[in-house]
């Protein structure tokens, strides 16, 4: 989707005027991945508009194969408008244009798995799930236990927002995102917002719920982010009772945007995954990935080149836990400032 960037800090009512860019869970995690070297295709649908022309062309500028996106000559490209405030306060507001969007008439019958079968991950969000019924019997599909399925990973990217106007299911949003969470290999979800949905108190909490995947990543907010490998191959820092868990904190992060942290996060994981790195550092170039997009406006920041990642995941404890990054770090004029 498109999404309107405010001009000034402020209420929505107040913002004069809003830049235009690229938004959407999915495609931020597509982009960020490609800009770090991987092969990587967007599947989705857009309108026949001049918002789809340029969703289009932004995303494929990353290096994304939008081959397998279709356009929607009866439905519109979906928009929303935000604040720059944090997600977290209640300062932050936002309104979606997506009911009855081109990416709300995806299903099962307009998006064949055969389209994403030959990847090594498929990445889904909570987000498609709100859309409409028909998009949620599409991640049902896409999750279904098959042999030889991608790896999925899913993020449970969980907006009221888009659910109060979104689909009437039988299931609340809490049980449905269980449920698709429980039904993927590698889950993502802010210990936020699963005491939001479910209740639950801590890491541990949420893995004891979230039972199934092989590999959880519980986001702790400025507390870092803890990783439960169900298949260990190594000895843990923690012992759990089902498999083991990883603590990593972030470095310090001088913030331009709040807002695109957690869709950074998560590509700075995959990528680590998809080279087969060890489960810390793994959450070490989440938190990385993470402090580009925070240190850069808007939702969507090129990652970090991947030998300055790689060594400064590979810094000791005390060099980490002192490590700082300021607006500018991923370019030639690197900023890391230590105290």
């Known amino acids: 989707m498109v999404t309107f ?6 209420r929505l009512a107040d913002v004069p005027a809003f830049t235009r860019a690229v938004g959407g869970a999915e495609s931020n995690v597509a982009c960020t991945l490609a800009a770090a070297g991987h092969r990587v295709r967007w599947v989705g649908r857009v309108g026949a508009d001049g918002f789809g022309d340029h969703l289009l ?5 990353y290096g994304v194969d939008t081959g397998a996106v279709r356009r929607d000559p009866h439905r519109p490209t ?5 604040t720059d405030a944090d997600r977290a306060t209640d300062a932050h507001e936002v309104v979606y ?3 009855g969007s081109a990416a709300s008439a995806m299903s099962p019958d307009t998006v064949p798995y055969e389209t994403v079968a030959d990847g090594r991950i498929l990445h889904l969000t909570g987000i498609t799930a709100a859309l409409s019924a028909d998009c949620r019997d599409l991640l049902y599909e896409l999750t279904a236990p098959r042999p030889h399925r991608p790896l999925v990973s899913f993020d449970v990217n969980h907006r009221p927002g888009l659910w ?3 689909p009437a299911v039988p299931d609340t949003p809490a049980d449905v995102l269980l449920d698709l969470a429980n039904r993927a290999d590698l889950v993502f979800v802010g210990a936020d917002e699963a005491k939001a949905l479910w209740g639950t108190h801590g890491a541990r909490a949420v893995a004891n719920l979230l039972d199934r995947p ?3 990543v519980v986001k702790l907010g400025r507390g870092g982010a803890t990783v439960v490998d169900r298949h260990p191959a190594s000895h843990a820092h923690i012992e759990d009772a089902d498999g083991v868990a990883y603590l990593e904190r972030p470095p310090r992060v001088d913030v331009v945007s709040a807002v695109g942290a957690g869709d950074a996060f998560a590509a700075g994981f995959l990528s680590a995954t998809l080279r087969g790195l060890p489960m810390p550092v793994r959450l070490r170039h989440g938190h990385l990935t993470a402090a580009a997009a925070l240190t850069a406006p808007g939702d969507l920041a090129r990652p970090p080149r991947r030998a300055h990642a790689d060594r400064l995941a590979a810094l000791d404890g005390p060099a980490w836990a002192t490590l700082r990054l300021g607006p500018g770090w991923t370019g030639e004029d690197q900023e890391v400032r230590t105290p």
């Open 5 to 10: 960037l405010p001009s000034r800090p402020g």
């Open 164 to 166: 109060r106007d979104g």
């Open 97 to 99: 244009y997506r009911t």
């Open 214 to 216: 092989e590999t959880l």
């Open 57 to 61: 062309a932004a995303v494929a500028a």
């Open 78 to 82: 979906g928009v929303y408008f935000r």
